[in-house]
């Protein structure tokens, strides 16, 4: 059964960068969506961003749009996620989860075939 395992999580000063990582184990990545979504406590969660399997199509929320970058790496099994410029407002958890991809033109955030333990993210000063 594929497990992902999240890393890179921390804490950063707002404007600061941060790069989290979920590599896969017990299977391949190929032929997923791979999407973070985040959620802070007593908060809604919320769709930060995801990929397609052949990496052509990567979606982000609004909140994170030309702040976040995601990428694949097949070779290592491993989705990133890219944060620069980061705000308070992105302290939270951070998941990475996976779905079977069924369109190539988009990806889902919310894959329920397996999920990271999430990681956290702090951004203050």
């Known amino acids: 059964q594929l497990q992902l395992a999240q890393s890179g999580g921390g804490s950063v000063q707002p404007g600061g960068s941060l790069l989290l990582s979920c590599a896969a184990s017990?299977?391949?990545?190929?032929?997923?969506?791979v999407g973070w979504f985040r959620q802070a406590p007593g908060k809604e969660a919320e769709e930060v961003a995801c990929i397609t399997p052949d990496g052509n199509t990567k979606n982000y929320g609004n909140s994170v749009k030309g702040r976040f970058t995601i990428s694949r790496d097949s070779a290592k099994n491993t989705v990133y996620l890219q944060m620069d410029s980061l705000k308070p407002e992105d302290t939270s958890i951070y998941f990475c989860t996976v779905d079977f991809a069924i369109d190539s033109s988009k990806c889902t955030y919310y894959g329920v075939r397996s999920w990271g333990k999430g990681t956290q993210v702090t951004v203050s000063s």
């Open positions: 017990g299977g391949t990545l190929e032929g997923y969506d």
